[in-house]
């Protein structure tokens, strides 16, 4: 593995007016475009982009689906619309995509609307099963890093939740208890024993905050799925994550005994997933600000210098694969705030949600008047 892995992505979007209002268009949207499909409830939309592991080609990925809907959805008076969680929408009332799915009837039932929000999935593709169980660990005992520079939903119903993801604190994570994983055998039979017991209902029906994913779960798997991350709708921002992701999953290839938290942690692996789970629950009350508690010992650590750290260690491979430059955004988001940061603290000057909001969505259309990250306008 001395080459770039391939690289997909899941977006999910709210689509709405353009003072910010939610308005849901899933079904008539799927209807119509093709490369779209429906989230439970129609306020959200989803894309999926084909595997591609050149990060020059991956902007443009990214970029022409929300191009597609966006020109349907102005034929309506409507946009896309920024955030993970209903900004300024209903969060008493699920609006259903499909009356008649019964995944849907046990998701609405279940959950109501916790489970509506917007966020980004990213995937890794790695064939070989101990490489993809170790990486997991080690993604697992920092998602938490991934979250705080993504985090984009300090809003819910038009006011101020006190979280930088309201996201992550209301989305239901199933099952509640989730190990880190030794290996694959020990991940077959722990879904086996979580779909006889009901604890899942299906093999999609597991939501933390990484996992593994393939085209037959849990049998047959070939990615590694990042779920924690809120929607990013910078492109740039979300390719720098992403490939500090993947230099983190590369750092597991060429030195395991640094990286595996099973080998390298003074933690025992009930300790390393308690450990996580709560660094997942800070960095969504305050994401760059918060304090963590490192894998490698449990000491704590703020967010951002955590992050400082891990960009130093991985320079040099980093430099090696190409991908210095694809790593600058991230500077700026530890710099200077994530989306839910900058939010606030316009919101903390007498803005309302309302005008953060509309400000963000114009920000947002710009940025698909460009193609890919040397920025030629398009015609």
């Not at 030794?182 to 209902?201: I, K, R």
């Not at 992701?245 to 025992?268: C, G, K, T, Y």
């Not at 939010?343 to 903390?348: D, F, I, N, R, T």
Request: proline content about 5%; glycine content about 6%.
């Amino acid at each position: 593995m001395n080459q770039l892995l391939l690289k997909g992505f899941e977006v999910e979007l709210f689509t709405g007016s353009p003072n910010g209002q939610n308005v849901g268009v899933a079904v008539e949207v799927t209807r119509d475009l093709h490369d779209f499909v429906k989230e439970p409830d129609h306020r959200n939309i989803e894309y999926i982009t084909s595997p591609i592991k050149d990060y020059a080609l991956l902007s443009e990925a990214l970029l022409a689906p929300r191009r597609r809907l966006r020109e349907w959805l102005s034929l309506k008076n409507l946009t896309i619309l920024p955030g993970s969680t209903l900004s300024l929408g209903d969060s008493e009332r699920f609006e259903r995509s499909d009356p008649v799915n019964p995944y849907h009837d046990l998701i609405e039932a279940t959950y109501g609307t916790r489970v509506v929000t917007a966020s980004i999935h990213i995937n890794l593709g790695i064939e070989d099963l101990s490489v993809l169980f170790a990486a997991l660990r080690l993604v697992r005992c920092e998602a938490a890093l991934f979250l705080a520079l993504s985090a984009s939903s300090p809003f819910l119903n038009g006011l101020s939740t006190g979280m930088h993801s309201q996201r992550w604190v209301q989305f239901p994570l199933t099952p509640l208890n989730v190990p880190l994983f030794a290996n694959h055998g020990h991940y077959v039979s722990w879904v086996e024993e979580q779909l006889e017991t009901g604890n899942m209902t299906n093999e999609r029906h597991f939501w933390t905050s990484v996992r593994p994913n393939g085209p037959k779960r849990p049998y047959q798997l070939n990615r590694l799925e990042l779920r924690i991350c809120d929607l990013i709708t910078d492109t740039n921002v979300l390719l720098a994550v992403t490939a500090l992701l993947e230099l983190r999953v590369l750092s597991i290839v060429r030195s395991p005994n640094l990286n595996d938290p099973f080998l390298a942690s003074q933690l025992d692996k009930y300790e390393l997933a308690e450990l996580s789970n709560k660094n997942d629950v800070a960095a969504a009350e305050a994401s760059l600000n918060s304090t963590l508690h490192h894998w490698r010992d449990g000491s704590s650590i703020v967010c951002r210098e955590w992050l400082d750290q891990i960009l130093e260690e991985v320079t040099p491979l980093a430099v090696e694969m190409g991908l210095s430059d694809q790593l600058k955004p991230l500077y700026s988001v530890i710099t200077h705030g994530n989306q839910a940061m900058q939010w606030l603290e316009a919101y903390s000057t007498g803005q309302s949600v309302e005008a953060v909001l509309q400000k963000s969505i114009v920000a947002m259309q710009a940025e698909e008047t460009f193609t890919g990250r040397g920025g030629v306008m398009l015609g």
